[in-house]
C-alpha cells in the first residue's frame, strides 16, 4: 500500500488495520501517551478546494504524529498557474515524504500518485472521499460495536461521498443502499467496481430512487449536502430536484429505531436534513469529524511511518 486514493484499491484487512489503528492512536492520544512516529517527517497538503475538517485534522495530526504539516493553496504554488502534475510530482518528492492533495479531477490525484515516489493521500476529488469514510467506519464502530451485518442507507446525490460509501461498506463487511433521483445517480464505472467488492465481501448493495426503500431498517442513515463543490451554478435546480430526499424525521421512522445519523458536513440544515434530524439524539455528526483526525493519523502513520 504506498498511497491512499481509492478504498477500492485496500483489501479487507488493510482497511481493517487502518481502524484498528485509528482506534489505537486515540486512545493513546486522549490517556496523553504521545507517539511521534512521524518525527523529522513533512506532508505537503496541496488544496484547490476549500476544507476546514479536512486542513486542521491533517496538520494537527501531522503535528501529534511528530511531523510537520506544509498546506500549499493552489493559489499559491506554480501547479495552480499551469505547471504540471509530473514536474510538481518529481519536484516535490525531493522535499516531501508524502503529499496530501484535495483537488476536482480524480486522474490528477492518480497521476500525482504515479509521478511521485512518496505516499499520495486522496483528500476528496470530484470521484471519491475515502479519508471521511474511513472516519465514519471507525464511528460506527464506536456507536454499533461491530460493522459486519450493518445496514447503511445513503439518501441524496450519487456523489463523491455515495461512491466512498459503497467502496467502504464492501470492505466493511455492511449492506449499503444508495437513493438518489434518476438523474443524479453514482457513476457507473464505480458501481461497476463496487459491485465486484460486494460479491467478494458477499453483503448487499441496493440502488434505488426510492428513499423509503433505502433506509428501511438501516443502523446508519448518511446523507451529503446535494450542491458539492464545484456545482454552485446548478444550486436553484439541484435543490428543487433534491426536495424528496431530504433526511427528516418522517423518513427516519423507517431506519433502524437505534439507528445512527451521519453526514460528512458542512452540512444545510432544511435541505439535505433537517434540524430535529441533525441536532437530534441519533446524530454522531461530530464523533465522525472528531475521527477524521484519528482515522487520517492511522493513514499516515501506515503510509509514512
Ligand atoms: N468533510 C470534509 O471533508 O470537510 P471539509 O470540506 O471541511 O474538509
Ligand atoms: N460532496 C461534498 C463533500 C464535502 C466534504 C463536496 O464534494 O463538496
Known amino acids: 500500500m504506498k498511497d491512499l486514493i481509492s478504498l477500492h484499491d ?25 507517539h511521534h512516529i512521524l518525527k523529522g517527517k513533512t506532508l505537503g497538503m ?6 476546514t475538517r479536512t486542513r486542521v485534522s491533517f496538520e494537527v495530526g501531522m503535528t501529534q504524529l511528530g511531523g510537520y504539516p506544509l498546506f500549499l493553496s493552489s493559489n499559491d504554488i506554480q501547479l495552480g498557474r499551469g505547471e504540471s502534475i509530473y514536474d510538481t ?16 479531477a480524480h486522474q490528477d490525484v492518480i497521476d500525482l500518485a504515479e509521478y511521485a515516489n512518496i505516499p499520495v493521500i486522496n483528500a476528496l476529488t470530484d470521484l471519491l472521499h475515502p479519508c471521511q469514510v474511513l472516519a465514519d467506519l471507525m464511528t460506527t464502530y ?17 456523489n463523491n461521498m455515495a461512491h466512498s460509501l459503497m467502496y467502504g461498506c464492501a470492505k466493511a463487511g455492511m449492506d449499503c443502499a ?71 424525521a418522517e423518513l427516519m421512522k423507517h431506519a433502524d429505531g437505534n439507528a ?39 493513514v499516515m502513520a501506515t503510509l509514512m511511518g
Open 10 to 34: 485496500l483489501t479487507q484487512d488493510e482497511v481493517k488495520n487502518l481502524l484498528e489503528l485509528g482506534i489505537k492512536l486515540k486512545n493513546e492520544q486522549k490517556n496523553g501517551i504521545e
Open 46 to 51: 496541496i488544496f484547490t478546494k476549500s476544507s
Open 89 to 104: 510530482a518529481k519536484v516535490l518528492e525531493r522535499f516531501l515524504d508524502g503529499i496530501m492533495i484535495r483537488t476536482f
Open 142 to 158: 464506536e456507536h454499533k460495536g461491530k460493522l459486519e451485518d450493518l445496514k447503511l442507507a445513503y439518501i441524496g446525490d450519487g
Open 178 to 248: 444508495i437513493a438518489t433521483p434518476d438523474n443524479y445517480q453514482c457513476d457507473s464505472e464505480v458501481v461497476a467496481n463496487a459491485k465486484d467488492d460486494f460479491k467478494k465481501s458477499g453483503r448487499e448493495l441496493i440502488l434505488t430512487n426510492d428513499p423509503v426503500e433505502a433506509i428501511k431498517d438501516a443502523d446508519v442513515v448518511y446523507t451529503d449536502t446535494w450542491v458539492s463543490m464545484g456545482q454552485e451554478a446548478e444550486k436553484a435546480e439541484r435543490l428543487k430536484v433534491f426536495m424528496p430526499y431530504q433526511v427528516n
Open 260 to 298: 445512527v445519523f451521519m453526514h460528512c458536513l458542512p452540512a444545510y440544515r432544511g435541505y439535505e436534513v433537517t434540524e430535529d434530524v441533525i441536532d437530534g439524539p441519533q446524530s454522531v455528526i461530530f464523533d465522525e469529524a472528531e475521527n477524521r483526525l484519528h482515522a487520517q493519523k492511522a
